[in-house]
């Protein structure tokens, strides 16, 4: 017996099973769970030139925009570090989540701030997370070099780590240039 699904049952038919929205924190609560000892967050607009963005592209970083807002954690005049925050594509959705980075640019914490994805979620565990601790420019921050794939999470996994790689050398970037 075969059975005929009107367009719109069939297309109904063919969606994803559903989608799991999880609003995890805020990026000003992430701020403050990654410098809980800042008195202030100072936001600083970095604007990259057409140099910079070559630079990057040069080193295998595609930019995405020529316009970043950082937040400064500060403790009186003292900047403890920075604050990225930042959202990438996981299959579908977009994942949402924030960077924090001491005042040499090296990473202190990531957290995921948002998951919308039905699957690959566990890029949220702190054991994943913590493998971008300490990391920097000069590191590869590539899935199967010095970061691990989470099976079933390989586009979340990647696209997660092309966005830190992406915030740790734009934030180096703005360093060099005296803006950060």
């Given at each position: 017996m075969r059975v005929l699904l009107a367009p719109t049952a069939a297309a109904l038919a063919l969606a994803p099973a559903g989608a799991f929205a999880v609003e995890y924190m805020s990026a000003?609560?992430?701020?403050?769970?990654?410098?809980?000892?800042?008195?202030?967050?100072?936001p600083r607009a970095l604007?990259?030139?057409?140099?910079?963005?070559?630079?990057?592209?040069?080193?295998?970083?595609?930019?995405?925009?020529?316009?970043?807002?950082?937040?400064?954690?500060?403790?009186?005049?003292?900047?403890?570090?920075?604050?990225?925050?930042?959202?990438?594509?996981?299959?579908?959705?977009?994942?949402?989540?924030?960077?924090?980075?001491?005042a040499e640019g090296a990473v202190k914490q990531v957290e995921v701030l948002s998951y919308r994805e039905s699957h690959g979620h566990e890029v949220r565990l702190p054991a994943w997370r913590k493998q971008f601790v300490g990391k920097t420019a000069a590191a590869p921050l590539r899935v199967g070099e010095d970061i691990a794939n989470i099976?079933?999470?390989?586009?979340?996994?990647?696209?997660?780590?092309?966005?830190?790689?992406?915030?740790?050398?734009v934030v180096e970037m703005g360093k060099k240039g005296g803006v950060l």
């Open positions: 000003e609560q992430a701020a403050k769970l990654m410098f809980p000892e800042a008195e202030r967050f100072e604007t990259l030139d057409a140099a910079q963005m070559q630079q990057l592209a040069a080193r295998g970083v595609a930019a995405r925009s020529a316009q970043w807002s950082v937040q400064a954690a500060l403790r009186g005049t003292q900047v403890l570090g920075y604050v990225v925050a930042d959202a990438v594509i996981g299959k579908f959705e977009l994942i949402g989540y924030a960077v924090g980075l001491t099976s079933g999470a390989t586009l979340s996994c990647t696209h997660v780590t092309d966005g830190v790689r992406r915030i740790v050398a």
